[in-house]
């Protein structure tokens, strides 16, 4: 069955629900969910207060909440106040739990979150996926979620949906891969081979990472760019708030943006792109280094101890990575740019270079980069936060499954 959580993007909150009275109801649901969740524990006359709805009108909306488990009261409030005590509530540590999985080139990994948005179970598994093909990859994503859900089970939890982040471009459609270079995978529906009965969310790491850095994240803004990489680079483009898809759902490829348009060629079918400077392979290989598991541990632990030639390579790629955001950041005037991902971990070595190039190339007052606080594990939150956000968005759809 297809549920409007289903349906759901990945894209935050305002989806339109139907001008109707039910349309009403669930949205002042969801305006309950997402004040709590934001400000709670609250009484029912201090959502009443922050929604502008009557004590008794917020009385019915929590009431039915409560039934589907998706707030609970804690107790009495702190006697002494004025009138008659209130019981705080909260969004539920039990009841539905977002899921979020990742496919890595080199690890796989999932875990639950709550509607609090603590992380209660979580599973990783490192593992070489490059070319191989999705079949296998996926069956040991299966195992690990199964893992994972069964764990959150056990914590009274249940799961609400299923949202997997891959390196790689994502049809609109929310399920299909359409090409993800660094695994080797060409059109795969993704729907086909992972657990059946949860509703699916498949979307580019990129996009989870920034979202994660929205919801999460401390004062982001409501536009910037979010660069993240693993060996390809990916961004993500936030206005207003909410991603930018692009026509096909392909917005974000910085990775080939090109930086040197003579430059070596790139498996896209360009020359120069930004993941020849800038990628992880790319930076070991220009530092003499053999690519191993560990490139970002590697390269960073040498940079760390002086060596120059990772100093260098680590120096030229934030050049490179300046480059080609000059251009994105003049196209678009983002409030900021933030590095995620494996590139945080570099961010030292790598932010000179690129502010000065940034700086240099762009009009009016450069446009600060700063450096993610979730760092790798941005797309997996992001994903799993994703699920969770959806219930907030639409509390009755959830009710309706539990
Ligand atoms: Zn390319």
Known sequence: MSTPLHKARPAGPGRALPDTQQGMRRRNLSRVMHTVSAEGPLSRAAVASRIGLTRAAVSTLVDELIRSGLLEEL???RPGRVGRPGSALAVSG???AGIGAEVGVDHLAVCAVDLRGRVRSRAVRHVPNRDRSPGPVLGELTELTERVVAEAEGEGLWPAGLAVAVPGLVARDARTVVRAPNLGWLDTDLGDLLPAGLPLTVANEANFGALAELWLGEDTPRD????SAEIGIGAAVVVDGRLLHGNRGFAGELGHVPVRPDGPECACGGRGCL???AGEEAVLRAAGLEPGEDRVGLLAGRAEQGDTNVRRALEDAGTA???ALTGAVN????ESVVLGGALSGLAPWLLPSLRSELARRTAGPACPVSVSPLGPEGP?????HSVVRGVLDDPAAVAERA
């Open 94 to 96: 039990r009841g539905p």
């Open 321 to 323: 990575l300046g480059i």
């Open 331 to 334: 196209l678009l005037d983002p």
């Open 275 to 277: 993941e020849q400077y």
């Open 75 to 77: 107790g009495p409030e």
């Open 224 to 227: 910037f760019l979010h660069v």
């Open 380 to 384: 997996l939150l992001g994903a799993a």
